[in-house]
């Protein structure tokens, strides 16, 4: 053998062993069943690191008051932006997270426009939920002393906020700058030999690999959201959560799957799982069970269903697949409550859904969610009551129910401050919306709107103003929105274990602002029941089950219900309670609904024919929005026996509580500066509450409960 | 001889001179401190994950100069003055040396003045326990409740209306009394009568008949329960003030000018 034989057998030696070698490490981490998995064991999750963010306080010394068996109920929201969300700083907020649950506690705090915002009442409950993606990134943009700013693509957000920045003029800037980011998640990823590419994927943490991103910056704003919260936890007085905002949406059509995220410790992850890591909610799922391993209980909660063009409650999962009892069992095991209402709208149904509901035309908001022109959003599939039906039918295909989730409001506020008062309303982006003429409730004075025009044509979006009787007005969808709204819980005590466990009982309501208040219970023998005695709490939860329950068939005995509403002390008097029910025909496998009018004001009864209540002469009078005095109740009570009743059919049942009508912010914003409200409009409003429903189980299907938060009976109800 | 000395004595210095006005090394010399290098080679390490070459180190270190340089440059231009960024950035820098120039560690004194001067926020609230007759205003609430407070002086059994949020209150501060019954109602309770049936009471949900049992006056807790408390919010609050204290003191040194006949 000669020297060059040797030479040329050991370079094709080399070269052979190094392209296995490559073609190896290519399989082992790009293939999905690799053999080995040599370097997938190398990867650790950076998403599952759990850092304890308790703060050294004192023991709080006041004396709480004992825990109540038959539970109060507790306000609060759930859905709050300060200047750490990507979009709250462009939109001109710099509240801190202290400052939001400052004011949750009745402190004044400023809008970016400089007025003073306060409650009405304190809240019980709060939680800070920046946009996980991104966060605090944008503020570290704008601040051009940072290392991040100096990236080309950080430009145009440098020192948005400067003083002379701050004022409607900058509104086209801003709103343009909103949905570029949206759009572009992803931008600016280093080369793949880069070694922050490796070491993205050795952590499993994708931001890593973005020239966008500062990952410390991004740890240090969740670790303030995360100590704030738990600085202005407060047992027995005030309950904080940690919390965040999954902003993620359909790859297509830019359908919305928002959804906040809210942990029951002191202790979370050490940064928020984002769009960033995956846009699909099942991975989100994943790794909130993966974190309960870990003994950190959370939960997700979707949020503006209505703009997610019919995406958030679909028939299918993410990628098309068909829904499957294990998708339907995680989706409820970490999602129990839906937020139904807030201030981009309500999610209750749509008159297209419900045509048979003359309510059904409350604060709807047609359009996609951050959609740049806006862009019609499909009502089927983003709507509750529907979602209710369809959970019945894929139970009824043996697929398993996704969608037995109970109620809940919040604001989605991105001042740090919800607006929950008709009359006392700023909205929700700052700038953009601060103020009635930006927000389209009175005309537009002559150079706003000429400068409007401009701004439009120059981001190249489509004229957005609208000519009435009183001028010309913005249209740019900010009538579409409202003061709502407030997320209810049933707790024994004010404290985070207390709420979080209401949460996932689901024995919670929503409310569109109004502190309305509303039992609901189901049984058997809720007749044997004195609705006067002082038991009757204590009595009804021993002998039924409460919102946000199943319950289960008695051979084919009709259940009764106890629904019991009280006003808001503040608000109006009540109106009427109704029930909605919704049902599955077992004989024709079709969804039906039906609303009934169970309690009327003023000692009114319902008709027996129509289910309603007749008128109780309440009235507004537009010119000052004063409302007739004396009428209306300050609570109602009822037993109620559904009439329809078909033991053989999977049904569901939840309150809605009205109150008598009241003004629109549009309507108190127009008065206020002399005009008259605009004619296409609703001059006012019902505010009301949502019960989160109970399901009756027929005996007849093999009773496939999937095992959620809430409670299920198997007991005997006598 | 020793003109010529003196002569060679004077050009040198005049050179001297000329030569220190011309080129005044001092600005040029730039000083680069271990420290500098030693944080950014960090910097460096924390991100890529390895320590960097010398190639890379002379790279680093480049920039530095590199950046140093174009920043003197610009200086000597005068490019700061009038730059909103610039101005922005320096008022936030002292701002932030302000507030952080503040000690960390209090005394106990520090601790106790503030809790005196800020007693209010620590006040711990009055707490009741009681129980109530309610009537509801949908049944007659005035009338029934005065009969029934009759009939309470005489045994007779009493016809109530259950309430929505429980009739037992177990020890309830004043706030959470107003936040469930009002403001009207709580009133009540400012000078509470223990043990006896009180005179039926209005809230906006009907009329009450109360009986309060038990009740804890209000106090200001020792300071040394709550003394960490306390110091978190000392120091949340001196950071405030710090600057506050700073703009009020300079601003006496400034003399403003503003357009009187600005129109806006």
Same mark, same amino acid.
Request: hydrophobic share 35%; with cysteine.
């Given at each position: 053998?000669?020297?060059?034989?040797?030479?040329?057998?050991?370079?094709?030696?080399?070269?052979?062993?190094?392209?296995?070698f490559?073609?190896f490490?290519?399989?082992?981490v790009?293939?999905?069943?690799p053999?080995?998995?040599l370097?997938?064991?190398?990867?650790?999750?950076?998403a599952?690191e759990?850092?304890?963010?308790?703060?050294?306080?004192?023991?709080?010394i006041?004396?709480k008051?004992?825990?109540?068996?038959?539970?109060?109920?507790?306000?609060?929201?759930?859905?709050v932006?300060? +200047?750490?969300?990507?979009?709250?700083?462009v939109?001109?907020?710099?509240a801190?997270p202290?400052?939001?649950?400052?004011?949750a +506690?009745?402190?004044?705090?400023?809008?970016?426009l400089?007025?003073?915002?306060k409650?009405? /009442?304190?809240?019980d409950?709060?939680?800070v939920t920046?946009h996980?993606?991104?966060?605090?990134?944008?503020?570290a943009?704008?601040d051009t002393?940072?290392?991040?700013? +100096?990236?080309?693509?950080?430009?145009?957000?440098h020192?948005?906020?400067?003083?002379?920045n701050?004022?409607?003029?900058?509104?086209g800037?801003?709103?343009n700058i909103?949905?570029?980011?949206l759009?572009?998640?992803?931008?600016q990823?280093?080369?793949?030999?880069?070694?922050?590419?490796i070491?993205g994927?050795?952590?499993k943490?994708?931001?890593?690999?973005?020239k966008?991103?500062?990952?410390?910056?991004h740890?240090?704003?969740?670790a303030?959201?995360?100590?704030?919260?738990?600085?202005?936890n407060?047992?027995?007085y005030?309950?904080?959560?940690?919390?965040?905002?999954?902003?993620t949406?359909?790859?297509?059509?830019?359908?919305?799957?928002?959804?906040?995220?809210?942990?029951?410790?002191?202790?979370?992850?050490?940064?928020?799982w984002?769009?960033?890591?995956?846009?699909?909610?099942?991975?989100?799922?994943?790794?909130?069970d993966?974190?309960?391993d870990?003994?950190?209980d959370?939960?997700?909660?979707p949020?503006?269903?209505?703009?997610?063009?019919? /995406?958030?409650?679909?028939?299918?999962?993410?990628?098309?697949?068909?829904?499957?009892?294990?998708y339907?069992?995680k989706?409820m095991r970490?999602?129990?409550?839906?937020e139904?209402?807030?201030?981009k709208?309500?999610?209750?149904?749509h008159?297209?859904?419900s045509?048979?509901?003359?309510?059904?035309d409350?604060?709807?908001?047609?359009?996609r969610?951050?959609?740049?022109?806006?862009?019609?959003?499909?009502p089927?599939?983003?709507?509750?009551?529907?979602?209710?039906?369809?959970?019945?039918?894929?139970?009824?295909t043996?697929?398993?129910?996704p969608?037995?989730?109970g109620?809940?409001?919040?604001?989605?506020t991105?001042?740090?401050?919800?607006?929950?008062d /008709?009359s006392?309303?700023?909205s929700?982006?700052?700038?953009?919306?601060?103020?009635?003429?930006?927000r389209g409730?009175?005309?537009?004075?002559e150079?706003?709107?000429?400068?409007l025009?401009?701004?439009?044509?120059?981001?190249n979006?489509p004229?957005s103003?609208?000519?009435?009787n009183?001028?010309?007005?913005a249209?740019t969808?900010?009538?579409?929105?409202g003061a709502?709204?407030?997320a209810?819980?049933?707790?024994e005590?004010?404290?985070?274990?207390?709420?979080?466990?209401?949460?996932?009982?689901?024995?919670?309501?929503a409310t569109?602002?109004?502190?309305?208040a509303?039992?609901?219970?189901?049984?058997?023998n809720?007749?044997?029941?004195d609705?006067?005695?002082?038991?009757?709490?204590?009595?009804a939860?021993?002998?039924?089950?409460?919102?946000?329950?199943?319950?289960?068939s008695?051979?084919?005995e009709?259940?009764?219900?106890?629904?019991w509403?009280?006003?808001?002390?503040n608000?109006?008097?009540?109106?009427r309670?109704?029930i909605?029910?919704?049902?599955?025909?077992?004989?024709s496998?079709?969804?039906?609904?039906?609303?009934?009018?169970v309690?009327c004001?003023?000692?009114?009864?319902?008709?027996?024919?129509t289910?309603?209540?007749?008128d109780?002469?309440?009235?507004?009078?537009?010119?000052?929005?004063?409302i007739?005095?004396?009428?209306?109740s300050?609570?109602?009570?009822?037993l109620?026996?559904?009439p329809?009743?078909?033991?053989n059919?999977?049904?569901?049942?939840y309150v809605?509580?009205?109150?008598n009508?009241?003004?629109?912010w549009?309507t108190?914003d127009?008065?206020?500066?002399?005009f008259?409200p605009?004619?296409?409009?609703?001059?006012?409003?019902?505010e009301?509450?949502?019960?989160?429903?109970?399901?009756y189980?027929p005996a007849s299907?093999?009773?496939?409960?999937v095992?959620?938060?809430g409670?299920?009976?198997?007991r005997?109800?006598? | 001889?020793?003109?010529r000395?003196?002569i060679?004595?004077?050009?040198?210095?005049v050179l001297?001179?000329?030569?220190?006005?011309?080129?005044?090394h001092?600005?040029?010399d730039i000083y680069i401190?271990d420290?500098?290098?030693i944080?950014?080679?960090?910097?460096w390490v924390?991100?890529v994950?390895?320590?960097?070459?010398?190639?890379?180190?002379?790279?680093?270190i480049?920039?530095?100069?590199?950046?140093e340089?174009?920043y003197r440059?610009?200086?000597?231009?005068?490019?700061?003055?009038?730059?909103?960024?610039i101005?922005r950035?320096l008022?936030?820098?002292i701002?932030?040396?302000k507030?952080e120039?503040?000690?960390?560690?209090?005394t106990?004194e520090?601790?106790?003045?503030?809790?005196?001067?800020?007693?209010?926020?620590?006040?711990?609230?009055?707490?009741?326990?009681?129980?109530?007759?309610?009537?509801?205003?949908e049944?007659?609430? /005035?009338?029934?409740s005065?009969?029934a407070y009759?009939?309470?002086?005489?045994?007779?059994?009493?016809?109530?209306?259950?309430?929505?949020?429980?009739?037992?209150f177990v020890?309830?501060?004043f706030?959470?009394?107003?936040?469930?019954f009002g403001?009207?109602?709580?009133?009540?309770?400012?000078?509470?009568?223990?043990n006896?049936w009180?005179?039926?009471i209005?809230?906006?949900?009907?009329?009450?008949?109360?009986?309060?049992?038990?009740?804890?006056?209000g106090?200001?807790?020792?300071?040394?329960e709550?003394?960490?408390?306390?110091?978190?919010?000392?120091?949340?609050?001196?950071?405030?003030?710090?600057?506050?204290?700073?703009?009020?003191k300079?601003?006496?040194?400034?003399?403003?000018?503003i357009?009187?006949?600005?129109?806006?």
């Amino acid at each position: 053998m000669n020297i060059k034989s040797i030479i040329v057998k050991s370079i094709l030696t080399v070269v052979i062993v190094y392209f296995t070698f490559l073609g190896f490490i290519y399989f082992d981490v790009y293939d999905d069943r690799p053999i080995l998995s040599l370097f997938k064991k190398l990867q650790s999750n950076s998403a599952l690191e759990i850092v304890d963010f308790s703060v050294e306080k004192s023991e709080s010394i006041s004396q709480k008051p004992p825990p109540n068996p038959d539970r109060n109920p507790y306000y609060g929201d759930l859905h709050v932006h300060t +200047k750490y969300s990507f979009d709250a700083y462009v939109f001109g907020v710099t509240a801190s997270p202290d400052d939001a649950y400052k004011y949750a +506690k009745g402190e004044v705090i400023n809008h970016p426009l400089g007025y003073e915002m306060k409650l009405r /009442e304190p809240l019980d409950f709060y939680s800070v939920t920046d946009h996980g993606f991104y966060m605090g990134m944008i503020q570290a943009y704008a601040d051009t002393s940072s290392d991040i700013s +100096k990236n080309e693509f950080t430009k145009p957000f440098h020192n948005l906020n400067r003083e002379e920045n701050l004022t409607v003029l900058s509104a086209g800037e801003r709103s343009n700058i909103f949905s570029s980011i949206l759009g572009a998640a992803i931008i600016q990823p280093y080369p793949d030999w880069h070694p922050k590419i490796i070491k993205g994927w050795l952590t499993k943490n994708t931001q890593l690999a973005l020239k966008s991103f500062d990952y410390n910056v991004h740890k240090s704003a969740w670790a303030d959201i995360a100590r704030s919260a738990n600085e202005h936890n407060d047992p027995g007085y005030f309950t904080t959560f940690i919390g965040y905002e999954f902003t993620t949406s359909t790859n297509v059509e830019g359908g919305n799957l928002h959804r906040n995220v809210i942990f029951n410790s002191s202790k979370a992850s050490i940064r928020p799982w984002t769009r960033i890591d995956s846009l699909n909610p099942e991975d989100l799922w994943t790794w909130q069970d993966s974190l309960r391993d870990k003994g950190i209980d959370t939960i997700s909660m979707p949020h503006n269903s209505n703009g997610s063009n019919g /995406e958030m409650f679909e028939m299918e999962t993410f990628y098309g697949n068909a829904i499957d009892r294990e998708y339907s069992e995680k989706r409820m095991r970490n999602e129990p409550v839906v937020e139904v209402t807030q201030v981009k709208g309500t999610s209750d149904t749509h008159p297209l859904l419900s045509p048979d509901d003359e309510w059904a035309d409350f604060e709807i908001m047609d359009i996609r969610v951050g959609s740049r022109p806006p862009t019609y959003s499909k009502p089927s599939g983003g709507y509750v009551r529907e979602a209710y039906l369809n959970g019945l039918t894929l139970e009824f295909t043996n697929q398993g129910n996704p969608y037995k989730f109970g109620l809940i409001g919040s604001s989605d506020t991105h001042t740090g401050a919800g607006a929950f008062d /008709e009359s006392n309303y700023w909205s929700k982006v700052g700038l953009l919306d601060g103020e009635p003429e930006n927000r389209g409730s009175v005309p537009l004075a002559e150079e706003n709107l000429e400068m409007l025009n401009e701004y439009m044509a120059a981001f190249n979006q489509p004229t957005s103003t609208i000519k009435l009787n009183q001028g010309e007005y913005a249209n740019t969808g900010f009538t579409q929105w409202g003061a709502s709204g407030l997320a209810a819980a049933w707790a024994e005590e004010n404290t985070r274990d207390s709420i979080f466990n209401a949460f996932k009982r689901k024995e919670t309501f929503a409310t569109t602002g109004s502190r309305i208040a509303v039992r609901f219970f189901a049984g058997y023998n809720l007749s044997s029941i004195d609705m006067n005695s002082s038991s009757l709490v204590s009595e009804a939860y021993k002998k039924g089950v409460t919102m946000g329950s199943d319950l289960l068939s008695n051979e084919s005995e009709t259940p009764e219900f106890i629904v019991w509403a009280q006003r808001d002390k503040n608000g109006a008097s009540l109106q009427r309670v109704q029930i909605i029910k919704g049902w599955m025909d077992s004989n024709s496998g079709r969804p039906h609904e039906k609303v009934f009018d169970v309690a009327c004001s003023d000692g009114l009864e319902v008709d027996p024919v129509t289910n309603r209540c007749p008128d109780n002469g309440a009235r507004v009078n537009i010119s000052d929005c004063s409302i007739t005095q004396g009428v209306g109740s300050a609570e109602l009570k009822r037993l109620w026996k559904d009439p329809d009743f078909n033991p053989n059919d999977k049904s569901f049942y939840y309150v809605r509580v009205l109150e008598n009508p009241t003004c629109r912010w549009s309507t108190w914003d127009a008065i206020k500066r002399g005009f008259e409200p605009r004619e296409d409009l609703h001059e006012t409003i019902q505010e009301r509450a949502w019960s989160s429903p109970i399901w009756y189980i027929p005996a007849s299907t093999d009773v496939e409960v999937v095992p959620l938060g809430g409670t299920i009976r198997l007991r005997d109800f006598n | 001889m020793k003109k010529r000395v003196l002569i060679f004595l004077i050009i040198g210095l005049v050179l001297y001179y000329l030569d220190l006005s011309i080129n005044s090394h001092q600005d040029k010399d730039i000083y680069i401190s271990d420290q500098e290098i030693i944080s950014l080679i960090t910097a460096w390490v924390s991100q890529v994950g390895r320590t960097p070459n010398d190639n890379e180190i002379a790279k680093i270190i480049n920039n530095l100069v590199e950046e140093e340089i174009l920043y003197r440059e610009a200086l000597n231009l005068g490019l700061e003055k009038d730059d909103r960024i610039i101005k922005r950035r320096l008022a936030q820098k002292i701002s932030f040396l302000k507030q952080e120039s503040i000690k960390e560690a209090f005394t106990k004194e520090d601790v106790l003045k503030y809790f005196n001067d800020n007693k209010e926020k620590y006040f711990i609230d009055s707490v009741f326990t009681f129980t109530h007759y309610f009537f509801s205003s949908e049944n007659k609430p /005035e009338e029934r409740s005065f009969k029934a407070y009759a009939d309470l002086q005489n045994n007779v059994s009493i016809d109530s209306d259950p309430f929505l949020l429980g009739k037992n209150f177990v020890q309830v501060s004043f706030n959470d009394i107003k936040r469930d019954f009002g403001e009207e109602f709580a009133l009540s309770f400012n000078a509470p009568q223990l043990n006896s049936w009180l005179k039926p009471i209005k809230s906006v949900f009907g009329y009450h008949i109360i009986l309060i049992t038990d009740h804890k006056d209000g106090y200001y807790p020792d300071v040394s329960e709550i003394y960490k408390t306390i110091e978190i919010d000392l120091l949340q609050d001196e950071k405030s003030k710090a600057l506050n204290e700073y703009l009020n003191k300079i601003k006496t040194e400034y003399k403003i000018f503003i357009n009187p006949d600005l129109k806006i």
